[in-house]
């Protein structure tokens, strides 16, 4: 249930941003000392822990108890035009992320040089855009913390009642601003 699936990751976004914070001192007293091999081993921990908290904002904002149903206008019409349907959007996103090994995230994000949409998966918690360079849009968490206490580790079912609780307003937000 929804307020199961925000308690969850609540504490777990908190102790990501804990981490990320504890890494970003680490990272500027390493700099100051002028320890580049420090630098570069904390790398690892920079792009899980900001990867996370990047990642989890953008997936908040993505979802509503209030959402659910189609996207509406330039959002819709470029989701036909490039996957021929919602539903095909919708079956091809969902097998995708389905098939995430172990942990990662689902997205639809849109290639800023093309200004096509893109289906896309990232591994653990890597950021899209970092990762692949698509502007992020939509983004399912597949990390079993996100469904674990509603649907047990049966992901496809996860992915198939996610779309119940999609912020279609959020998701053609961050597609207009991507295309400006």
Known sequence: NWNDLILSSGINAEYGVTNLNATAEKISAAVAEGNS???IGLHGALKF???GHI???IFWE?????GGGLPTGPLLAAIEAEFGSFDQFKAKMSAATIAVQGSGWGWLGVNPESKRLQ???CANQDPLHATTGLAPLLGIDVWEHA???????VRPEY?????????WEDVAARYAKALS
């Not at 993505?62 to 209030?66: D, H, K, M, R, T």
């Not at 992915?159 to 912020?167: D, K, L, R, Y």
Request: proline share 3%.
């Open 37 to 39: 091999s420090a630098v």
């Open 49 to 51: 822990n900001g990867g």
């Open 55 to 57: 990642n989890h904002s």
């Open 62 to 66: 993505n979802l509503s108890p209030n």
């Open 119 to 121: 289906i896309a998966t």
């Open 147 to 153: 469904y674990y206490l509603q649907y047990k580790n």
């Open 159 to 167: 992915v198939n009642s996610i779309w119940n609780v999609v912020n």
